[in-house]
């Protein structure tokens, strides 16, 4: 018995998907990252289904050939049935940005929402139009099912990074395995409070981390090396999560003077991460041993441990203005802690060093055909690497789009970022205060408009920029006040993002 199965190509699963979830393009959105999560299961279910229906059929045919037993039959069938729904079998997901940005000199120009003098304390301004570079992040995952109902996930990433526009990058290349993690849920001698809990351990980033996409910055990013449980439910609307992370702090130079004399250690960060409702509270404690030994700079000694944490809100509407989303978030870290944002990935850290940052961010829709997302993130710190120093910056950031047809849209973005920042001359920078602000036009074509967490996007763009010129002043290394980009600066280029 021959059996012919004709798989739906992917792009018409896309479209299908897409259509079925768009509905009216112009209607509002009440949960746009719900959206986004339907539709990529609805594609990957689409391609599922053909391999269960070619497997059904072949089993089928086994079958009638007597090949199979009834119950053989039925446990295949279980198993194709599993691979369908996504509970099993092999899946892939992508993150890509890569486009050209040149100034109106014709020359490759400098950019990054970290370019300016502030970017290196991590505060960023607004990426649209405003990327030079190549990223792109492959993660491959695993799913099992076993017989007694527990399910594990093996998941691996890569990434890499490059400026070149070079189609042959391997000279600059820093293509690196980001994440290698197994975790293992649903696990009948689970009870109680683990009931619905999961656990995993290996190399990851953290489940719940969230970031302000349009500015390019975690609001709070936990990631390293360890293990952890997932959903422990303490009380009625209490769930909370535990995790150990180690990062390494190597290679660094113990006595200034004898380039030969040099250590490690590692930090360990213990972090409960607690959920009550829409409400997160999360709070880390960090230990260095030996990180104390670290001659960091003009004298002063690196911290051996640290503080961190952070109260968010993650609201359902738009300020409880109008449908859509919101979050904000306030945190606050001492000594190696005061790297609010990647939680225990800066050793150069003083005891004395405190940070408090704000981050908030939301979308909704202004007129049917009309979106908005603004943001705001801000920081001050003090004694972070040098007694006496002082790091203090606001990025206020709004991105625009106008939907015009089912594939075309003009998206707008402002930026605006003030700094104060007083290094004391540690890495030999300059105090510096001033103003910078970005402003980028960008017509966009899409498969299907509809909100801004829909990708992927090919987009055409002309920003322009300017900024103070005392912050030409701040550094020799840094991006402002280099060779032909001292201000007023025009920047064109064409990129593509893809997110799946």
């Given at each position: 018995m021959n059996h012919v199965i004709f798989k739906t190509p992917l792009v018409v699963a896309v479209a299908a998907a897409g259509l079925a979830l768009a509905g009216n393009a112009t209607a509002q959105s009440t949960d746009l990252e719900a959206r986004l999560a339907e539709l990529e299961a609805r594609i990957e279910a689409a391609e599922q289904r053909a391999d269960a229906a070619e497997e059904r059929a072949e089993l089928a045919e086994a079958r009638a050939d007597e090949r199979l037993s009834d119950e053989e039959v039925e446990e295949r069938l279980a198993k194709v049935e599993r691979h369908a729904s996504g509970e099993e079998g092999f899946s892939f997901n992508a993150y890509a940005r890569s486009g050209l940005l040149i100034g109106?000199?014709?020359?490759?120009?400098?950019?990054?929402?970290?370019?300016?003098?502030?970017?290196?304390?991590?505060?960023?301004?607004?990426?649209?139009?405003?990327?030079?570079?190549?990223?792109?992040?492959?993660?491959l995952n695993y799913r099992m099912r076993f017989d007694n109902g527990a399910k594990a996930k093996y998941t691996t990433m890569l990434a890499d990074g490059v400026t070149t526009s070079n189609d042959w990058t391997a000279d600059e290349s820093s293509l690196n395995v980001r994440q290698v993690y197994a975790e293992f849920s649903d696990l009948p001698s689970f009870t109680g409070a683990f009931e619905n809990a999961s656990i995993?351990?290996?190399?990851?980033?953290?489940?719940?981390?969230?970031?302000?996409?349009?500015?390019?910055?975690?609001?709070?990013?936990?990631?390293?090396?360890?293990?952890?449980?997932?959903?422990?439910?303490?009380?009625?609307?209490w769930t909370s999560n535990l995790s150990l992370y180690g990062r390494s702090f190597s290679d660094y130079r113990v006595d200034s003077e004898n380039p030969d004399d040099t250590g490690s250690t590692d930090n360990l960060i213990l972090t409960s991460n607690n959920y009550f409702g829409d409400w997160q509270w999360m709070v880390s404690g960090m230990s260095a041993a030996d990180n104390d030994e670290r001659d960091i700079d003009l004298g002063q000694t690196a911290a051996d441990g640290g503080f961190h944490t952070m109260v968010a809100y993650h609201g359902d509407s738009f300020f409880g203005l109008s449908e859509g989303n919101f979050k904000a978030a306030l945190i606050h870290g001492q000594g190696l802690g005061a790297e609010v944002k990647s939680i225990g990935a800066d050793g150069d850290l003083t005891d004395d060093a405190t940070t408090t940052r704000v981050g908030l961010y939301g979308t909704t829709y202004l007129a049917p055909q009309w979106r908005v997302a603004p943001a705001l993130l801000a920081e001050t710190s003090e004694d972070r690497y040098v007694d006496g120093d002082q790091y203090d910056w606001v990025t206020l950031n709004v991105r625009l789009a106008n939907e015009l047809t089912e594939n075309f849209e003009m998206q707008y973005e402002g930026s605006y970022q003030w700094m104060d920042l007083d290094p004391q001359g540690f890495g030999g920078n300059n105090a510096v205060e001033g103003d910078y602000t970005k402003l980028t036009v960008a017509p966009t074509f899409k498969p299907d408009v509809g909100g801004f967490w829909k990708r992927p996007e090919i987009r055409l763009f002309v920003s322009w920029s300017d900024w103070d010129d005392e912050l030409n002043g701040y550094s020799d290394d840094d991006a402002l006040g280099s060779d032909g980009f001292t201000g007023s600066e025009w920047t064109f280029g064409v990129q593509t993002e893809v997110w799946f």
């Open positions: 109106d000199d014709g020359k490759s120009a400098e950019g990054g929402p970290y370019l300016t003098p502030a970017g290196g304390n991590g505060g960023a301004v607004g990426r649209l139009g405003n990327e030079p570079d190549t990223y792109a992040e492959a993660i995993w351990a290996g190399k990851r980033f953290d489940r719940d981390n969230f970031d302000i996409h349009w500015l390019d910055s975690d609001v709070i990013f936990l990631s390293g090396t360890g293990a952890g449980i997932y959903d422990m439910q303490l009380g009625e609307v």
